[in-house]
Protein backbone atom coordinates (compact mmCIF):
# COMPACT_ATOMS: atom_id res chain seq x y z
CA UNK A 1 0.00 0.00 0.00
CA UNK A 2 1.38 3.55 -0.99
CA UNK A 3 1.61 5.45 1.86
CA UNK A 4 2.68 8.97 2.55
CA UNK A 5 3.44 10.40 5.32
CA UNK A 6 4.35 14.65 5.74
CA UNK A 7 5.34 15.90 9.35
CA UNK A 8 7.36 19.53 10.87
CA UNK A 9 4.76 21.42 10.16
CA UNK A 10 4.26 24.03 12.80
CA UNK A 11 3.41 27.40 14.42
CA UNK A 12 6.49 30.06 12.62
CA UNK A 13 6.99 33.67 13.22
CA UNK A 14 7.11 35.87 9.56
CA UNK A 15 10.91 35.15 8.73
CA UNK A 16 11.43 31.89 10.03
CA UNK A 17 11.99 28.96 8.79
CA UNK A 18 10.81 24.89 8.95
CA UNK A 19 11.57 22.02 7.00
CA UNK A 20 8.70 19.35 6.00
CA UNK A 21 9.32 15.71 5.54
CA UNK A 22 7.26 13.30 3.91
CA UNK A 23 8.36 9.75 4.55
CA UNK A 24 7.08 7.15 1.67
CA UNK A 25 6.35 3.67 1.57
CA UNK A 26 4.64 1.12 -0.68
CA UNK A 27 6.52 1.71 -3.86
CA UNK A 28 10.26 2.01 -5.14
CA UNK A 29 10.28 5.90 -4.21
CA UNK A 30 13.20 6.12 -6.36
CA UNK A 31 11.53 5.75 -9.71
CA UNK A 32 8.78 8.78 -9.24
CA UNK A 33 8.62 12.08 -9.19
CA UNK A 34 7.63 14.25 -6.51
CA UNK A 35 5.73 17.20 -5.68
CA UNK A 36 4.40 19.49 -2.44
CA UNK A 37 1.30 20.91 -3.39
CA UNK A 38 -0.37 23.61 -0.66
CA UNK A 39 -3.88 24.50 0.71
CA UNK A 40 -4.29 27.80 2.46
CA UNK A 41 -6.84 27.54 4.68
CA UNK A 42 -10.19 27.83 2.83
CA UNK A 43 -8.71 28.22 -0.25
CA UNK A 44 -7.99 26.30 -3.61
CA UNK A 45 -4.95 23.93 -4.67
CA UNK A 46 -1.31 25.55 -5.36
CA UNK A 47 1.30 23.54 -6.73
CA UNK A 48 4.34 24.33 -5.15
CA UNK A 49 7.64 22.22 -6.12
CA UNK A 50 8.60 19.32 -8.02
CA UNK A 51 11.55 17.13 -7.53
CA UNK A 52 12.93 14.25 -10.16
CA UNK A 53 13.75 11.21 -9.72
CA UNK A 54 17.19 11.43 -8.69
CA UNK A 55 17.17 14.92 -7.37
CA UNK A 56 18.95 16.55 -10.33
CA UNK A 57 15.76 18.47 -11.22
CA UNK A 58 13.42 20.88 -9.77
CA UNK A 59 10.70 23.13 -10.60
CA UNK A 60 8.98 26.14 -8.37
CA UNK A 61 6.27 28.21 -8.36
CA UNK A 62 7.14 31.99 -8.32
CA UNK A 63 5.76 33.02 -5.20
CA UNK A 64 8.45 30.65 -3.32
CA UNK A 65 11.63 30.60 -5.87
CA UNK A 66 14.54 31.29 -3.75
CA UNK A 67 12.96 31.05 -0.25
CA UNK A 68 11.72 27.36 -0.59
CA UNK A 69 13.84 24.48 -1.77
CA UNK A 70 13.20 20.89 -2.31
CA UNK A 71 15.04 18.06 -1.70
CA UNK A 72 15.08 13.89 -1.48
CA UNK A 73 16.98 11.29 0.04
CA UNK A 74 16.31 7.52 -2.17
CA UNK A 75 18.15 5.96 0.56
CA UNK A 76 15.33 7.03 3.36
CA UNK A 77 12.33 7.07 1.02
CA UNK A 78 12.21 10.57 2.15
CA UNK A 79 11.06 13.97 0.16
CA UNK A 80 11.70 17.19 2.14
CA UNK A 81 10.72 20.94 1.44
CA UNK A 82 13.17 23.66 2.99
CA UNK A 83 11.44 26.79 3.75
CA UNK A 84 12.72 30.14 4.65
CA UNK A 85 11.37 33.50 4.64
CA UNK A 86 8.49 32.55 6.03
CA UNK A 87 5.64 35.12 5.01
CA UNK A 88 1.95 34.93 6.80
CA UNK A 89 0.67 33.99 2.81
CA UNK A 90 2.82 30.83 3.43
CA UNK A 91 0.28 29.57 5.67
CA UNK A 92 -1.21 26.38 4.22
CA UNK A 93 -1.55 23.04 4.50
CA UNK A 94 1.30 21.38 2.94
CA UNK A 95 1.04 18.13 1.20
CA UNK A 96 3.37 15.82 -0.36
CA UNK A 97 2.54 14.13 -3.74
CA UNK A 98 3.56 10.89 -6.12
CA UNK A 99 3.76 12.13 -9.47
CA UNK A 100 3.05 9.48 -11.65
CA UNK A 101 3.08 10.67 -16.04
CA UNK A 102 2.61 13.68 -14.69
CA UNK A 103 -0.88 13.25 -12.59
CA UNK A 104 -0.70 13.32 -8.70
CA UNK A 105 -2.28 9.74 -8.01
CA UNK A 106 -1.03 9.41 -4.25
CA UNK A 107 -0.99 11.96 -1.68
CA UNK A 108 -0.71 12.14 2.30
CA UNK A 109 -2.41 14.04 4.70
CA UNK A 110 -0.56 16.96 5.22
CA UNK A 111 0.89 18.99 7.70
CA UNK A 112 -0.03 22.34 8.25
CA UNK A 113 1.89 25.47 8.82
CA UNK A 114 1.29 28.46 10.03
CA UNK A 115 2.85 31.84 9.44
CA UNK A 116 2.12 34.15 12.41
CA UNK A 117 3.47 36.26 14.92
CA UNK B 1 2.73 30.48 -16.48
CA UNK B 2 -0.54 28.74 -17.63
CA UNK B 3 -3.32 30.24 -16.09
CA UNK B 4 -6.39 27.62 -15.55
CA UNK B 5 -10.05 29.09 -15.37
CA UNK B 6 -12.91 26.72 -14.12
CA UNK B 7 -16.65 27.38 -14.73
CA UNK B 8 -18.53 27.85 -12.88
CA UNK B 9 -17.28 28.29 -9.50
CA UNK B 10 -20.13 26.72 -7.73
CA UNK B 11 -22.88 24.59 -8.75
CA UNK B 12 -26.14 23.32 -6.82
CA UNK B 13 -27.66 19.76 -8.54
CA UNK B 14 -29.63 17.11 -7.40
CA UNK B 15 -29.27 13.91 -6.79
CA UNK B 16 -29.29 11.89 -10.80
CA UNK B 17 -28.74 15.22 -12.32
CA UNK B 18 -25.94 15.44 -15.05
CA UNK B 19 -23.62 18.09 -14.55
CA UNK B 20 -20.21 19.19 -16.52
CA UNK B 21 -17.85 21.40 -15.33
CA UNK B 22 -15.33 23.50 -17.92
CA UNK B 23 -11.79 23.93 -17.12
CA UNK B 24 -9.74 26.50 -19.78
CA UNK B 25 -6.36 26.97 -20.07
CA UNK B 26 -4.52 30.37 -21.00
CA UNK B 27 -2.85 28.39 -23.81
CA UNK B 28 -2.60 24.98 -25.29
CA UNK B 29 -1.69 22.34 -23.25
CA UNK B 30 -2.35 19.42 -25.26
CA UNK B 31 -4.50 16.30 -23.16
CA UNK B 32 -2.46 17.37 -20.10
CA UNK B 33 -5.02 18.12 -18.33
CA UNK B 34 -5.83 16.19 -14.45
CA UNK B 35 -9.00 16.49 -12.42
CA UNK B 36 -9.29 15.53 -9.16
CA UNK B 37 -12.16 15.70 -6.30
CA UNK B 38 -11.83 17.10 -3.20
CA UNK B 39 -14.44 16.35 0.01
CA UNK B 40 -14.28 18.82 3.18
CA UNK B 41 -11.22 17.87 5.24
CA UNK B 42 -9.72 15.06 2.96
CA UNK B 43 -7.15 14.79 0.69
CA UNK B 44 -7.51 15.81 -2.73
CA UNK B 45 -8.20 12.18 -5.08
CA UNK B 46 -7.30 11.71 -8.70
CA UNK B 47 -10.08 11.05 -10.47
CA UNK B 48 -8.71 11.14 -14.38
CA UNK B 49 -5.66 12.35 -15.84
CA UNK B 50 -4.28 12.71 -19.65
CA UNK B 51 -7.84 14.79 -20.05
CA UNK B 52 -10.19 11.60 -20.68
CA UNK B 53 -7.91 8.69 -18.58
CA UNK B 54 -10.60 7.70 -15.72
CA UNK B 55 -8.26 6.46 -12.64
CA UNK B 56 -8.61 2.72 -11.36
CA UNK B 57 -11.79 2.94 -8.69
CA UNK B 58 -13.49 5.93 -10.17
CA UNK B 59 -17.03 4.67 -10.89
CA UNK B 60 -17.58 4.88 -14.55
CA UNK B 61 -20.09 8.13 -14.29
CA UNK B 62 -16.79 10.32 -14.14
CA UNK B 63 -16.05 10.89 -17.51
CA UNK B 64 -13.45 13.62 -18.90
CA UNK B 65 -12.84 15.24 -22.21
CA UNK B 66 -11.06 17.84 -24.32
CA UNK B 67 -7.77 18.74 -26.08
CA UNK B 68 -5.71 22.02 -26.34
CA UNK B 69 -6.98 24.66 -24.12
CA UNK B 70 -10.86 23.70 -23.68
CA UNK B 71 -11.61 20.62 -20.93
CA UNK B 72 -14.85 19.29 -19.87
CA UNK B 73 -15.46 16.76 -16.10
CA UNK B 74 -18.87 15.39 -16.97
CA UNK B 75 -20.59 13.44 -14.16
CA UNK B 76 -23.51 11.51 -15.40
CA UNK B 77 -26.26 10.34 -12.69
CA UNK B 78 -24.83 12.18 -9.52
CA UNK B 79 -24.72 10.52 -6.58
CA UNK B 80 -24.69 11.62 -2.61
CA UNK B 81 -21.38 11.19 -2.53
CA UNK B 82 -20.11 13.41 -5.34
CA UNK B 83 -20.84 16.76 -3.89
CA UNK B 84 -17.55 17.73 -3.42
CA UNK B 85 -15.15 20.60 -4.72
CA UNK B 86 -13.46 19.68 -8.36
CA UNK B 87 -10.01 20.97 -9.59
CA UNK B 88 -8.60 20.83 -12.58
CA UNK B 89 -4.63 21.18 -13.16
CA UNK B 90 -2.45 21.64 -15.94
CA UNK B 91 0.42 19.32 -16.42
CA UNK B 92 2.12 20.72 -19.50
CA UNK B 93 4.41 23.00 -18.30
CA UNK B 94 5.84 24.19 -15.24
CA UNK B 95 4.10 25.31 -12.89
CA UNK B 96 1.75 22.31 -12.98
CA UNK B 97 -1.00 25.06 -12.40
CA UNK B 98 -4.45 24.31 -10.87
CA UNK B 99 -8.25 26.00 -11.55
CA UNK B 100 -9.30 27.74 -8.61
CA UNK B 101 -11.83 24.99 -8.20
CA UNK B 102 -15.58 24.19 -8.25
CA UNK B 103 -17.71 23.59 -5.93
CA UNK B 104 -20.65 21.18 -6.02
CA UNK B 105 -23.40 20.94 -3.51
CA UNK B 106 -26.57 19.66 -3.44
CA UNK B 107 -29.79 21.76 -4.64
Known amino acids: EVQLVESGGGLVQPGGSLRLSCAASGFTFSNYWMTWVRQAPGRGLEWVAI????????YYVDSVKGRFTISRDNAKNSLYLQMSSLRAEDTAVYYC??????????WGQGTLVTVSS | DIQMTQSPSSLSASVGDRVTITCRASQSISSYLNWYQQKPGKVPNLLIS???SLQSGVPSRFSGSGSGTDFTLTITSLQPEDFATYYCQQSSSTPYTFGQGTKLDIK
Open chain 2, 50 to 52: AAS
Open chain 1, 97 to 106: ARDSRRSLDY
Open chain 1, 51 to 58: INQDGSVN
